[in-house]
């Protein structure tokens, strides 16, 4: 007989299922199969269980989680999905109504960059990735506000920031 804590671990739940696609997310963020994850772990990961944890038909321990994250190298909490509670509808409408004064910039274009300026943007713009709690985009968007900061990086006046961004080649444009 199949007790109750074991029957319920098989059956998936919401939170149990937007785990899961959090941890495909990631995975395939780093741009590895179930197979290269499997085999670049020393077969800790197998393929078939991380699938099984990826469509949250199994959940995944607290230790092995703590694993993951460090085979991933993101911290723990950038494997769980984000707390959707009541503050984030009003979180959200301040976004939105802050997305017209942002800047869009390519991480990817600033990985391929050298030079002092554009490492201290990096390690900048990874603190802002941090407190979002975003790895899964080679995108960032960054406030006017934040515009103050990137101007000292990159050591340009506040009101030239945005064309700096474009001789880099860093800024995105929709």
Known sequence: MVSERAASAEVPTQYGMQVGERLRVIRRQKRLSLQDVEAASAQEFKASVLG???RG???ISVPRLQ???RFYAVPVDQLLPADRG???AAASADARAQQSDAVTIDLDRLEEL???ETEMLGRYLSTIQIMRQDFTSREITIRRDDLRSI???LGSPVDATVERLDELGLRVTR
Do not use: K
């Open 52 to 54: 099984a944890y990826e």
């Open 57 to 59: 038909e199994r959940a």
């Open 67 to 69: 694993r993951l994250a």
């Open 86 to 88: 009541p503050a984030f």
């Open 114 to 116: 050298e030079g002092p």
């Open 151 to 153: 101007a000292a990086i």
